[in-house]
């Protein structure tokens, strides 16, 4: 038999666990490829080559790598939020849609528990959000409840590898438990007292989905903060909109004091909402300070 070659779905206690052409093995890392014991050696959503001794002997190579949870390859990040219930908190956004890209990661948006809303409090949202299409990050609507939305996520994931991420109680293992076979996913009720879920969602996995490609389940995260960049053009490269044909007076410029910047332009234009620029200038602070600690 000669070598085949598959992703890798699952990893259990040593053992890997791939899929190729709708049949699954059990394989284990050949002694060669692990280095020094490092567990990034191997990772869930790596395309691998085994033999028929089960052994993996080779990994290629990687596009990208999310490390809380462990996966390879990803080619979504789903930033995930809840129209109510819990409510919206668009810094987070931002800072997500900022570590996204930093990571090489493209993010898709997902509002779900749009049953919730008013028509108005829906056109508010979708106002407040309006900016990301501008900046091709794509957003979806969505309600697992009437279905809502699910069709049109769907055909866009198809045949890809999208990781859900999200703070506990927006609705991930809800949504995924439509997209997939196996609805085994625990979803848990929300807490009404604090308005912020239990976390129920443990397993690291790619979770096949019905019409092609592989979704992953990331636990409720607490902790994000804005990536450390080396210094501001770095940063200003994650902010996709502020790439203006019509260039600042300065070619270095930060956009921040600097006479002639196009960014304060489009932001008194209207073209950039001031909500944006503002999350633009606490990030430059901090990058600033990160650069202080750093050569402290
Ligand atoms: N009204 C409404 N409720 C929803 C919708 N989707 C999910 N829910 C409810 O929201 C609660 C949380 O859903 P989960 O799918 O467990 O949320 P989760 O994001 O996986 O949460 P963790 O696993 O804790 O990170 C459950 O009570 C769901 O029934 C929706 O579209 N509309
Ligand atoms: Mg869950
Ligand atoms: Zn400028």
Redesign the pocket.
């Known amino acids: 038999m000669s070598p085949i070659e598959g992703i890798v779905i699952n990893k259990i206690q040593g053992f890997y666990n791939i899929k190729s052409e709708g049949n699954e093995y059990l394989c284990k890392l050949r002694g060669l490829l692990k280095r020094s014991d490092k567990r990034e050696n191997c990772a869930v959503g790596d395309h691998v080559v085994f033999d028929n001794d089960g052994f993996i002997t080779k990994v290629e190579p990687r596009k990208n790598l999310l490390r809380r949870p462990l996966v390879a390859n990803i080619d979504y990040g789903v930033i ?1 939020f ?1 129209a109510k ?1 819990p409510v919206i908190d668009y810094e987070r956004i931002n800072i997500l849609v900022l570590n996204s890209l930093y990571n090489k990661i493209d993010p898709i948006l997902i509002i ?5 809303l008013t028509e108005e409090e829906f056109q508010e949202i979708k106002e407040k959000l309006a900016y990301l299409n501008k900046i091709n990050i794509p957003v979806f609507y ?4 009437d279905g809502t939305g699910i069709k049109e996520l769907e055909s866009f994931i198809k045949d890809k590898i999208t990781a859900f991420g ?10 995924l ?1 439509l997209l997939q076979e196996d609805k085994d ?6 807490s009404k007292r604090l308005r912020a ?5 443990r397993d690291s996995k790619l979770l096949p989905l019905t019409h092609g490609g592989f979704a992953i ?1 990331t ?2 995260f607490s902790s994000i903060e804005i990536p450390e960049t080396v210094d501001a053009q770095e940063l200003i490269s994650l902010f996709p909109e502020f790439k203006i044909d019509q260039g600042c007076k300065f070619n270095n410029c930060v956009h921040i004091n600097e006479p002639d910047c196009a960014i304060k332009n489009a932001v008194e234009k209207g073209d950039i909402p001031v909500e944006r620029y503002e999350f633009y200038k606490r990030c430059y602070e901090k990058s600033k300070n990160d650069l202080w600690n750093r050569y402290k």
């Open positions: 995930q809840a219930d779900n528990k749009i049953d919730l969505i309600s697992t409840v999200g703070p506990s109680g927006v609705g991930k293992s809800s949504i438990n996913l625990k979803t848990g009720e929300t879920g239990k976390h129920t969602t389940d636990p409720g």
